[in-house]
């Protein structure tokens, strides 16, 4: 565990992970935007089962949650983590939102797409699933950031 969190350590704060967020946004919106036309048919490949489309934004939006929330978790051992803390708490669940209902509205342009309410619903419970996960590894104990570094 500790050979992943090392290679991952470039990913949970800094440049590079907020690029990769922006990356990420980036992608989700682009694929939203295309017409049905445009989008791949995978009831061809595999069975796809009703309200498949609701995992597909829930994962899309989990995602970006998650990166967003670790590009800007804050670093434990500094005076005034907890701020930190709540703030990517809600960066991490309120631009994927905001984000997730513009998304919503703007399909309502898109030929052959269209808003759904529960899209929005699936959005939003798979960016607060992530930052609940992503948090869990971030939350501090009691003792941490109160005691000064060696």
Excluded: C
């Excluded at 690029?19 to 682009?30: E, S």
């Amino acid at each position: 565990m500790r050979a992943i969190d090392r290679m991952l350590r470039p990913f949970q704060n800094g440049p590079l992970a907020i690029a990769l967020a922006a990356v990420w946004i980036f992608l989700v919106l682009y694929t939203n935007s295309l017409p049905a036309d445009r989008l791949p048919d995978l009831r061809s490949v595999w069975y796809k089962p009703p309200h498949a489309d609701k995992v597909v934004h829930f994962t899309f939006y989990g995602v970006m949650a998650a990166l967003l929330f670790n590009a800007i978790a804050p670093s434990l051992k500094r005076p005034g983590w907890h701020i930190a803390f709540r703030r990517a708490l809600v960066i991490g669940l309120l631009v994927p939102m905001v984000l997730g209902v513009g998304d919503e509205l703007h399909q309502l342009r898109v030929p052959g797409r269209a808003a759904d309410v529960w899209d929005v619903a699936a959005n939003w419970l798979g960016a607060f699933t992530a930052v609940t996960l992503a948090s869990r590894k971030w939350r501090p104990t009691r003792h941490q950031g109160t005691q000064s570094s060696p």
